[in-house]
T-cell receptor
């Protein structure tokens, strides 16, 4: 089946630094990928929709200059958290829409801790 | 996409069937019912989806009422590894930027030994 690989699984960074998270579709092409954020004991909140070759579409309240999304190929989307602060600490999850059953495959998530 | 309502939590005994309800009274004719689950600290996992007929796969069965206003996900023989948050999501088969998947709060299923 379709596999989405997300890397790294865990990252700790200092306040003010930037962190890049990668999301790869391993055995299919993904023209559209989605980035979610999940705080403890809460549901997944969609941050942005990443479209190959074009600008990402951000959800209301998500700072596009802080969360940079690049979808330069059909198999790779990246999320860069710039000038990270402790309140950015969260679980970040990517997903891609597969052709199978119009379903969505999710990455395993990235636990970001900003200290 | 139509809104869904799920109980906050439920539990069941290991080996017994787990029946997870979902209400989607505003569902429209071209919207599907999807079920995903999220085990702690992992990405969501697709379980099953359906339009109006009941569906079954190796993981679960999906029973959709005739009026499509509610559905039930059935895990026939729950195991401890089925403990997770289960999300019922209703959406149409749109594409591109409009095809985003919106998660509600889901139902926490606890399987007890």
């Amino acid at each position: 089946g379709a596999v989405v690989s997300q890397h790294p699984s865990r990252v700790i960074c200092k306040s003010g630094t930037s962190v890049k998270i990668e999301c790869r579709s391993l055995d299919f092409q993904a023209t559209t990928m989605f980035w979610y954020r999940q705080f403890p004991k809460q549901s997944l909140m969609l941050m942005a929709t990443s479209n190959e070759g074009s600008k990402a579409t951000y959800e209301q309240g998500v700072e596009k200059d802080k969360f940079l999304i690049n979808h330069a190929s059909l198999t790779l989307s990246t999320l860069t958290v710039t000038s990270a602060h402790p309140e950015d600490s969260s679980f970040y999850i990517c997903s891609a829409r597969t052709g199978y059953n119009y379903g969505y495959t999710f990455g395993s998530g990235t636990r970001l801790t900003v200290v | 996409d139509a809104k869904t309502t799920q109980p906050t939590s439920m539990d069941c005994a290991e080996g017994r069937a787990a029946n997870l309800p979902c209400n989607h009274s505003t569902i429209s004719g071209n919207e599907y019912v999807y079920w995903y689950r999220q085990i702690h600290s992992q990405g969501p996992q697709y379980i099953i989806h359906g339009l109006k007929n009941n569906e079954t796969n190796e993981m679960a069965s999906l029973i959709i009422t005739e009026d499509r206003k509610s559905s039930t996900l059935i895990l026939p023989h729950a195991t401890l590894r089925d403990t997770a948050v289960y999300y019922c999501i209703v959406r149409g088969q749109t594409t591109g930027a409009n095809s985003k998947l919106t998660f509600g709060k889901g139902i926490t299923l606890s399987v007890r030994p």
